[in-house]
């Protein structure tokens, strides 16, 4: 597999926690930027809202906005607002944005290839109260080089 060399631009939304990003992807109009702005109110920094690059940097995958929306976020029913944000964070977790119905209740550990590096990946429905609250504890299960296992009954 020949890895891009220049940036690749996806439809997603990041936002970095102590550093780590997290890039939340799904259809438009599914949450993203929601759920993004509750991470920030938490605490979270806004990486790139709508578009992000991704570009890989040795054994890393860096995460950035395109300059043109650096540090801005769709707010629905207020507008396009203005937020501090970091220029760019290594990725380290990927969230799909889906219904409640499509998330599993005891899902299998997954990692997707992103720009040949290897990334954690987890499915949850934004809407949902708990879903920052599910997020952070997702990211703090993964490292930079492990998925942990998952326990069974």
Do not use: N, W, Y
């Amino acid at each position: 597999m020949t890895v891009p060399t220049a940036p690749i631009l996806v439809h997603a939304t990041a936002i970095a926690i102590d550093g780590r990003a997290v890039l939340l992807r799904g259809r438009s109009g599914v949450g993203k930027s929601d759920l993004a702005l509750r991470l920030i109110d938490g605490g979270a920094r806004l990486v790139a809202d709508d578009q992000v690059e991704l570009r890989r940097a040795g054994e890393r995958v860096l995460v950035s906005a395109p300059a043109a929306i650096a540090g801005l976020i769709e707010v629905r029913g207020v507008g396009i607002l203005r937020v501090e944000a970091v220029a760019e964070a290594t990725l380290a977790l990927l969230v799909d944005l889906v219904p409640p119905a499509e998330v599993d209740r005891f899902p299998e550990a997954r990692c997707e290839d992103v720009l040949g590096i290897a990334a954690p990946s987890i499915a949850l429905s934004a809407f949902e109260a708990s879903a920052a609250a599910k997020l952070r504890f997702a990211l703090s299960a993964f490292s930079a080089h492990s998925v942990p296992a998952i326990i069974r009954r």
